[in-house]
């Protein structure tokens, strides 16, 4: 259910009575009944989630708090969501899990010491590399460092990382894709540098990794120009494109699907998906949230435990 005072209980509202997640799935909800409830008549919904029999965990009730407000109270809430459908998943009674957003200061302010969603479920699966990717319908990116700033990351533009990275996304895509996914590496400055013309980081680093990584069987190729290959592999010739920084990702998922992204997170032992946005604490309560990307996350988790069985 994400964070109690943000708009997690209401895009979950929103997507368990959609039909599509209907069709796709058996949903199990993870949260407080008691604030499931409240905004599913606050939307004036609840008949429908009745009649569809909806399934709920119900992992305590929390009813006084304020909307819109970091609170370790709602932190720690949404933190016993998280460890609850693990367990749930450990116990073999749901195939993967879709999260709806946290707030990192919340569970904080809670005694917990993770940044975000990937590191706790990291911690719980007993997990030691767990990698960023964004699923945009037929674009797929993968990040080779998330929130750093600009100077930081391109200091993590090296050989070593890069075909470490290249070889993590090859096994973990490959298992979520069912085959052995075709990649490409953007470059890091403009036009890929042109042989050398705006930089030297394409000659250097990056062609040496693609060229170790492809003599190691994986199939591989870039550096690619920044401003095309994000559109080449929406449009089907790449499976995914793996980005040198957080924004070089996220601006081309987001142009292409903004609102309906999914970020998928590789490396864990489950299946993980979850929303492309935080908890939008300033329209919490107001009905008026957006599932899309709820519903998108949800849908592609189920599309991705049905790959794997098979």
Not at 36 to 54: D, K, M, V
Not at 81 to 91: G, M
Not at 145 to 167: C, F, G, M, P, W
Request: hydrophobic letters at 40%; a negative charge; glycine letters at 10%.
């Amino acid at each position: 259910m994400g964070d109690p005072a943000g708009i997690g209980p209401e895009i979950c509202a929103k997507a368990l009575i959609d039909p599509q997640v209907r069709e796709t799935c058996d949903p199990i909800l993870v949260g407080s009944a008691a604030i499931f409830r409240q905004t599913c008549e606050s939307l004036e919904r609840t008949g429908e989630l009745l009649a569809h029999n909806q399934q709920i965990v119900d992992e305590g009730d929390i009813l006084e708090f304020e909307l819109g407000v970091d609170a370790g109270r709602t932190g720690k809430a949404s933190a016993q969501y998280i460890e609850k459908a693990v367990n749930l998943w450990q116990a073999g009674k749901v195939d993967a899990i879709a999260t709806a957003p946290i707030s990192k200061k919340a569970i904080s302010l809670a005694g917990y010491e993770f940044p975000g969603h990937t590191e706790f479920l990291a911690h719980l699966t007993g997990t030691k590399r767990v990698g960023m990717s964004f699923f945009a319908g037929d674009l797929r990116v993968i990040l080779l460092s998330t929130h750093l700033s600009l100077i930081d990351a391109i200091k993590k533009v090296t050989r070593e990382n890069l075909l470490e990275l290249i070889q993590f996304s090859n096994i973990e895509l490959g298992k979520l894709l069912g085959r052995q996914p075709k990649l490409a590496v953007a470059g890091l400055n403009p036009h890929a540098s042109e042989g050398g013309m705006f930089g030297l980081e394409e000659t250097s680093q990056i062609e040496p990794a693609v060229k170790q990584a492809g003599e190691n069987g994986i199939d591989v190729s870039g550096p690619y120009s920044p401003d095309t290959i994000f559109l080449r592999c929406y449009r089907g010739e790449f499976d995914a494109v793996i980005a040198l920084y957080h924004d070089q990702a996220t601006i081309s998922v987001k142009a292409f699907s903004f609102g309906s992204a999914v970020n998928v997170t590789l490396g864990l032992p489950l299946i993980r998906t979850s929303v492309d946005h935080g908890t939008a604490f300033d329209i919490a309560g107001k009905g008026i949230a957006d599932a899309s990307s709820m519903i998108s996350a949800i849908k592609l988790a189920a599309d991705l435990v049905r790959t794997n069985h098979r």
